[in-house]
């Protein structure tokens, strides 16, 4: 399995980045995806994630309102729409892929990161 992120880039605080991951080598639309991110000094954390139908998903508190996980399955692609960007949401984002079809499943393969910097 195969993730490519991207999308990531410098954004003043208060606005708007889409970012992207493609996925390959399995059925996509069998299995969850989610996005994670490492802040500088920080572990990494779950930002959201999705079903693999994309009928349901959950995020994190310090996101939720303001990014939307989304998927195509016909494009083997997920989407995090993050708005009402904060400069504390500066971080390297990764996507991920689950072992199952629930968003709740175990993330098993990785990214490489796309950074994403929000500035004051």
């Known amino acids: 399995v195969q993730l490519q992120a991207s999308g990531g880039g410098l954004v003043q605080a208060g606005g708007s980045l889409r970012l992207s991951c493609v996925a390959s080598g399995r059925t996509f639309s069998r299995y969850a995806m989610g996005w994670f991110r490492r802040a500088p000094g920080k572990e990494r954390e779950f930002v959201a994630a999705?079903?693999?139908?994309?009928?349901?998903?959950y995020y994190a508190d310090s996101v939720k309102g303001r990014f939307i996980i989304s998927r195509d399955n016909g494009k083997n692609t997920v989407y995090l729409q993050m708005n009402s960007l904060k400069p504390e949401d500066t971080a390297v984002y990764y996507c991920?892929?689950?072992?199952?079809?629930?968003?709740?499943?175990?993330?098993?393969?990785w990214g490489q990161g796309t950074l994403v910097t929000v500035s004051s």
């Open positions: 991920a892929g689950g072992g199952g079809s629930s968003w709740r499943s175990t993330f098993d393969y």
């Open positions: 999705i079903q693999g139908s994309g009928g349901s998903s």
